[in-house]
T-cell receptor, first 109, second 113 residues
Framework: QQPVQSPQAVILREGEDAVINCSSS?????VHWYRQKHGEAPVFLMI?????EQKGHDKISASFNEKKQQSSLYLTASQLSYSGTYFC??????????FGTGTRLTVIP | DGGITQSPKYLFRKEGQNVTLSCEQN?????MYWYRQDPGQGLRLIYY???????QKGDIAEGYSVSREKKESFPLTVTSAQKNPTAFYLC????????????FGPGTRLTVL
């Protein structure tokens, strides 16, 4: 039930945009996005519930396509602080999260 | 100050020794989780507990044991039966409602020499 994330890694210059995708073979109830800095705990970014909603704060937003069982995380006008590994966690109901293997994002000056 | 604490941050043990990793939360969350993370890998679920005195195996429970005697505490023991215990261990918790997300502790990096 592990979701598949793409790309595995991406390098951006400050100010550029990026999209990280997360797809599942199972019908999803929710998608949770986290960012993890090296050696630290994952930090919660946002949760999307089935219904195809889009959420966001600041320059980071996400969408959830219920029909395709896919979620995308959008990072616009990237900043150095956006560097880290982004994980999606998927849930098929009121149960556990299954995490993807992560997307390593590096923002360079 | 509410949150999840894990101790110690770094732990070294000799091969063949059991070791217990601490996880405490004062968020009044019902569910607690233990994950293992290896370099370049995602998070793999070891054990989880939805309520006190009850816990379930995750995907990679072999060589690990847990207890949940108190709501706020969920210690993980890495036994000598775990073949490759060196990893970063993360504890998480969440409220009981299904739409809530999990919140992670700072992690413990275990190195077995």
């Amino acid at each position: 039930q592990q979701p598949v994330q793409s790309p595995q890694a991406v390098i951006l210059r400050e100010g550029e945009d990026a999209v990280i995708n997360c797809s599942s073979s199972k019908a999803l109830y929710s998608v949770h996005w986290y960012r993890q800095k090296h050696g630290e705990a994952p930090v919660f970014l946002m949760i999307l519930l089935k219904g195809g909603e889009q959420k966001g704060h600041d320059k980071i937003s996400a969408s959830f396509n219920e029909k395709k069982q896919q979620s995308s995380l959008y990072l616009t006008a990237s900043q150095l602080s956006y560097s880290g590994t982004y994980f999606c966690g998927t849930a098929t109901g009121a149960n556990n999260l299954f995490f993807g293997t992560g997307t390593r994002l590096t923002v360079i000056p | 100050d509410g949150g999840i604490t894990q101790s110690p941050k770094y732990l070294f043990r000799k091969e063949g020794q059991n070791v217990t990793l601490s996880c405490e939360q004062n968020l009044n969350h019902d569910a607690m989780y233990w994950y293992r993370q290896d370099p370049g890998q995602g998070l793999r679920l070891i054990y989880y507990s939805q309520i006190v005195n009850d816990f379930q195996k995750g995907d990679i429970a072999e060589g690990y044991s847990v207890s949940r005697e108190k709501k706020e505490s969920f210690p993980l023991t890495v036994t000598s039966a775990q073949k490759n215990p060196t990893a970063f261990y993360l504890c998480a918790s969440k409220p009981s409602t299904s739409t809530d997300t999990q919140y992670f502790g700072p992690g413990t990096r275990l190195t077995v020499l």
